[in-house]
């Protein structure tokens, strides 16, 4: 199709129903496209006009949008309620008070979750996915968003299918439908024409975006992109449901339990007010206070800021996450399960030599061998990147010519070209697993010609794979087929070969990997192994790097067990060897039934099931789209060092989050128990709901620091997990101590200032703000505080709130909340009381909680062999 404006506005992307019905001619030019694919002015205008191949919009939304998403909080919708009934009831002072302070804690609400949804699109940009299309009638490489109807996109082994389209021509397709529908095993596809009225199923000539190519080539000719798709027609039936990750089912609880108890309080607090015959309104605004006193309101905020700086501090050391609740897994993560190449070893395979059958170095193997890698167009992989770049292996291959093709698949786990030796006779070349290679064999090249293979001469071809594979060597078989004249091959013709030799890898351990495994083990990590290389070959590595060797799982036994049989063989297993692709997500989930919290490493096309089964995914920049778009982290560098930082990270967030957790509930629970308490005796109220609100407000301001205060480095030493019952135990005991300084205040205030209701209101409210931000730095850290600084921002914003909530009192608009200024013994007497108040905290902190609980910097694991370990629960 040439660059025709004309053309370009008439066409308006319907191509009819029944698309995959036509022919490719009819719908080729239904299309105004070719099947060379269109130009790229053309591509352009159509991308205009139609937008971009995605699901749904980019942006995370609008300034505007966020800022109103703060308003729907249940907390936020208390306080307005509040406001509207002061103002219904004549109280415009109060009202305007209230809504003053509702503004400014949505405000600081949405600066942090604006900025955080901003800097995770600009961190989601950097894994944005590619797809092949023919362009200008060249293959050019394009984000998978600015494909658009008409075009040809070309499609291999590992790529997630972007589009709806029919299929123009392909060789051995096989395309996985699961998502769409349901069907685990494979469907071929080909190039014709279906029935009009075949349902996604029967439709074998069309491919559907989410879908994913697990064998084969293609070219697809886009019929439908983003929102006009099967998958965008039924997203939302089909949306894979992710497993709440552990953190949030905590938080979840946590909200359940700051909700059962609110009631209580809120509800005995407001009938006690009442049949007291305190004022109705007073009272309801009074208990509708103590609710927003007593939760953590800028949870959600502190959570996002606290993940999203995460996120960036990861992605400043390799990392990238594509699912922010994933860092507080990654955090949790006691167990990695990985393959060895890439992340034990260097992942830069050498040819190291090419055998006959004899274990002669032989030309005519490598020869065969170098036609077989550089002619096959399917799946790119190290190993025929290696034997094309092997500087002893130059031959001029021009001399051949390509005929055909038979892909690498997981079941033969072989590869074949079949090629033209000049005038002379074609070669059927079969490269791939030893004994999968030999299985399609029926003689052995020998020194003096072919021989049948017999018995012995298995035997002798076994045993030489043994002993280059106990060295450390990946081994693979070739064999080769002789024809005469043959127009097409296929996989029927794969027998009765003649096994001609053997080709040796060297992956070498990678350098620092020991070191590297010994900090996992020090924070609590296992690894294990998971290959599908032969065990002589998995365990030589394992020795080689400090894992232990000694009992190993294969696939052949993994076969033979039962669910719960796996369940108990994986807790005594070190490797994993041998392993069909699909027996992955089995060994994952027999190891998450165990008790353990794992992250799966993995980049191939059959690693996607095992990535969704597995509590934190990991994947790599360089993995192939279904591994990629599975995962949770993307690792920009495959290299465990980078995953250790990002356990740190990772450990550090979580760390982070329960700090304002435990702050703020420690210090709430307390003042709110008091108010209660002191609501009932008192003849006024403690606290009018406006001081309440406005306490709060300010004790806040020092937790928007938190997301990026220090850590203890005992708190990076072990998996982190939530723990609801030492949250619960926590709240009370600390609140219980709060109470009793607060009641210390009451009783100075009462018997020795005799003090009157404003002055009274205001002294409790200085006295509770200094608590809340003494109590921050003695529960940030499991240390002595003098032991552990925190960031300067926090500290900073420490002081300068207890400055304003000591001056306040004496400003000028001080009697818009009720207050009068204090007189220099009181403020003092507050000090001392506040004083007071930290040290027993401390004591409290130490003994009840932390101590002998606390690892000491820099302590090593016994042993440089890392361990699996228990989930082990730590108090936040």
């Given amino acids: 199709m040439a660059g025709d404006e004309k053309s370009i506005r008439r066409f308006s992307g319907r191509v009819g129903p029944a698309y995959w019905s036509l022919e490719t001619d009819e719908l080729v030019g239904r299309l105004e496209t070719s099947t060379s694919g269109l130009m790229r002015v053309d591509a352009a205008a159509r991308l205009a006009k139609f937008g971009r191949n995605e699901l749904a919009p980019r942006s995370g939304g609008s300034a505007l949008s966020v800022f109103a998403r703060q308003f729907r909080s249940p907390l936020v919708l208390i306080l307005v309620f509040a406001a509207a009934v002061s103002a219904f009831v004549g109280e415009g002072h109060e009202a305007a008070i209230i809504g003053a302070i509702v503004l400014a804690s949505c405000a600081l609400s949405f600066t942090q979750e604006y900025g955080a949804s901003r800097a995770m699109e600009v961190l989601q940009q950097r894994i944005s996915r590619k797809a092949t299309v023919l362009r200008d009638s060249f293959e050019r490489t394009v984000d998978v968003g600015e494909i658009v109807p008409g075009d040809v996109v070309c499609l291999s082994a590992g790529n997630l299918i972007p589009v709806d389209g029919v299929i123009l021509e392909s060789r051995d397709f096989n395309v996985s439908e699961s998502v769409l529908t349901g069907e685990t095993f494979p469907v071929v596809k080909s190039a014709g024409r279906s029935a009009p009225e075949a349902g996604i199923t029967q439709r074998t000539n069309a491919v559907f975006t989410g879908t994913s190519v697990r064998s084969g080539t293609a070219k697809v000719l886009a019929v439908a992109t983003g929102t006009q798709t099967e998958f965008a027609s039924i997203a939302e039936a089909l ?213 049948p293979l017999g018995a012995a001469e298995r035997e002798t071809i076994d045993e030489r794979f043994r002993h280059w594979s106990a060295q450390g060597y990946r081994v693979l078989g070739l064999a080769i087929r002789r024809f005469q004249s043959k127009t097409g091959f296929s996989r029927d013709d794969e027998t009765e070969m003649v096994f001609a030799g053997f080709l040796l890898f060297l992956d070498p351990p990678k350098e620092g990997i020991r070191e590297t495994l010994s900090a996992l083990a020090d924070r609590g990590i296992g690894v294990k192994v998971i290959s599908g290389d032969n065990r002589y070959v998995a365990a030589h590595l394992a020795e080689a790097v400090g894992l232990r060797a000694g009992r190993i799982m294969t696939g052949e036994d993994l076969s033979k067990l039962t669910k719960n049989g796996l369940l108990a063989g994986v807790r005594n297993t070190d490797l994993f060897v041998e392993i069909d692709p699909n027996q992955k997500e089995r060994i994952v989930e027999a190891l998450r039934r165990s008790g353990h919290v794992v992250g799966y490493l993995g980049d191939g096309i059959n690693d996607a099931p095992a990535l969704h089964e597995a509590d934190i995914g990991i994947s790599v920049d360089t993995a192939v789209d279904v591994a990629r778009e599975a995962a949770d982290i993307i690792l920009l560098k495959r290299d465990l060092s980078v995953l250790v930082r990002g356990v740190d990270d990772g450990r550090k967030t979580f760390a982070n989050t329960m700090k304002y957790i435990s702050i703020t509930t420690s210090a709430n629970f307390g003042n709110m128990i008091s108010m209660a308490a002191a609501s009932l005796y008192l003849p006024f109220l403690p606290l009018l709901a406006k001081q309440i609100l406005l306490n709060n407000f300010l004790s806040d301001i020092p937790s928007l620091a938190i997301a990026g205060d220090n850590v203890d480095i005992d708190q990076l030493r072990r998996p982190r997990h939530w723990d609801i019952h030492f949250i619960r135990r926590f709240m009370v005991s600390f609140g219980l101590v709060s109470s009793a300084f607060d009641f210390a205040t009451f009783a100075f205030l009462l018997l020795v200032v005799h003090a009157e209701a404003a002055t009274f209101q205001t002294a409790w409210f200085v006295e509770s703000v200094l608590t809340q931000l003494a109590i921050l730095f003695i529960v940030r850290t499991h240390m002595r505080p003098w032991n552990s600084r925190p960031s300067r921002l926090l500290a900073g914003l420490a002081v300068c709130v207890g400055a304003i909530a000591i001056a306040i009192p004496y400003a000028p608009f001080a009697n818009w909340f009720g207050f009068v200024p204090l007189a220099g013994p009181v403020l003092t007497g507050l000090l001392a009381i506040s004083a007071l108040y930290v040290v027993v905290s401390e004591v409290t902190k130490i003994r009840l909680f932390y101590h002998g609980n606390r690892s000491k910097p820099g302590r090593k694991s016994s042993g440089s062999n890392p361990r699996p370990v228990a989930s082990i629960r730590i108090p936040s």
């Fill in 239 to 451: 949306e894979r449901r992710i497993p709440e990750t552990e953190f949030a089912r905590g938080i979840r609880m946590f909200g359940y339990l700051m909700t059962e108890i609110m009631l209580v309080i809120v509800i005995l607090v407001f009938f006690v007010n009442v049949m007291l015959n305190r004022p109705f309104i007073e009272s309801l605004l009074f208990s509708l206070a103590l609710a927003v006193g007593l939760t953590p309101e800028l949870l959600p905020a502190i959570i996002s800021v606290t993940l999203a700086r995460g996120a960036r501090t990861m992605a400043a050391g390799g990392v990238i996450v594509r699912r922010l609740d994933a860092i507080e897994n990654l955090g949790s993560m006691d167990l990695l399960c990985t393959d060895k190449t890439g992340t034990l070893t260097e992942g830069v395979i050498h040819l190291d030599g090419s055998f006959d059958v004899e274990g002669n170095s032989s030309k005519d193997v490598l020869l065969w061998a170098r036609l077989n890698a550089t002619l096959q167009t399917g799946l790119k992989n190290p190993l025929d990147e290696a034997i094309a770049s092997a500087p002893h292996g130059q031959e001029d291959l021009s001399g051949f010519t390509k005929i055909d093709e038979i892909p690498y698949d997981f079941v033969r786990k072989r590869l074949s070209v079949a090629v033209q030796d000049g005038e002379r006779e074609q070669i059927l070349i079969t490269k791939g697993a030893v004994q999968n290679v030999l299985e399609a064999c029926g003689f052995v090249q020998g020194s003096h010609g072919s021989a």
